[in-house]
């Protein structure tokens, strides 16, 4: 049985792509360059399973495309969406220590997020990277809040605590307000 202290999280999955059992997989640490036989563990009703992976492609260079073994359709790889993604410490061959560093826009999901001037906007749901430029959807009060991830508006990012702190151009969070 695995137990959750010998494992790290490394990211999580999106949401299905395509018919096939195909799911995007955001990761802050690389497993592909670690092992011949690349596998990932989710928490699975309080229980630690892995899941091993048959293929695996890039979608954009912060998403992985991956179809895991005996997941066939979109039905099947549905109950993956959203959840976050492990492996095991003793195979993690890199410092580990600052991983969470190297997280990209998709990696704040579930951050909340405060501007130097408006105070809490709300937390991140969803990243829209869907086109070229890259949408934070954030709940403010149970209203979405759509917000450009644009990295010279962060004023500092506080993974430990899951806190983004922005300063958005005047003007700008007035637009979601009429």
Do not use: Q
Not at 64 to 91: C, G, M, Q, W
């Amino acid at each position: 049985m695995i137990e959750k202290a010998t494992v790290r999280k490394v990211g999580y999955f999106t949401k299905p792509h395509g018919i096939k059992g195909e799911i995007g997989l955001v990761l802050s640490y690389d497993i592909f360059n670690h092992t011949d036989d690349p596998f990932i563990i989710c928490e699975m009703e309080g229980i630690m399973v892995p899941f091993f992976i048959e293929e695996y492609r890039n979608k954009t260079a912060n998403i992985i495309l991956v179809k895991l073994e005996t997941v066939d359709s979109e039905e099947a790889v549905r109950i993956f969406s959203h959840r976050e993604v492990y492996y095991p410490l003793e195979r993690m061959t890199d410092d580990v220590s600052g991983a969470a560093e190297d997280t990209d826009e998709a990696g704040y999901v579930g951050y909340t997020v405060s501007d130097t001037i408006y105070g809490e906007l709300g937390t991140i749901t969803d990243v829209d990277d869907s086109t070229a430029n890259v949408l934070y959807r954030i709940d403010n009060k149970g209203e979405e809040l759509l917000m450009p991830a644009v990295e010279e508006w962060t004023v500092s990012v506080n993974h430990e605590k899951r806190h983004i702190e922005v300063s958005v151009p005047e003007g700008l969070l007035d637009l979601h307000k009429r």
